[in-house]
Nanobody
Framework: QVQLVESGGGLVQAGGSLRLTCAAS????????MGWFRQAPGKEHDSVAV????????YYADSVKGRFTVSRDNAKEMVYLQMTNLKPEDTGVYYC?????????????????WGQGTQVTVSS
């Protein structure tokens, strides 16, 4: 079993920055593709960013491309989401997820594991 715990969310003004962290335990972290999702109020989870097992390949939603950066440190069993130039529409609960495939990490196929989420609120 893999446990994922997100942290780093908070309240920021538009144009500000946050770095989210997902800490993993209980599995072989380096074997998993990792994804970041967000759930805006009243909406389903949407894929935000994906990083493959090695960190060599990344994907981003069009809405965040150029503003967000996903990275990972397999030795520390951590994945990060650096968010800059935040906008009010970025508000939501951010979740990290793990899967053996990139398709799972982006939610095309349900991920194997989910974290509990961390709230990000961006004010105007």
């Amino acid at each position: 079993q893999v446990q994922l715990v997100e942290s780093g969310g908070g309240l920021v003004q538009a144009g500000g920055s946050l770095r989210l962290t997902c800490a993993a335990s209980g599995g072989t972290f380096g074997s998993y593709a990792m994804g970041w999702f967000r759930q805006a109020p009243g909406k389903e989870h949407d894929s935000v960013a994906v990083i493959n097992w090695s960190g060599f390949t990344t994907y981003y939603a069009d809405s965040v491309k150029g503003r967000f950066t996903v990275s990972r440190d397999n030795a520390k069993e951590m994945v990060y989401l650096q968010m800059t130039n935040l906008k009010p529409e970025d508000t939501g609960v951010y979740y990290c997820a793990a899967g053996m495939t990139e398709a799972q990490a982006m939610g095309v196929i349900p991920p194997d594991y989910w974290g509990q989420g961390t709230q990000v609120t961006v004010s105007s």
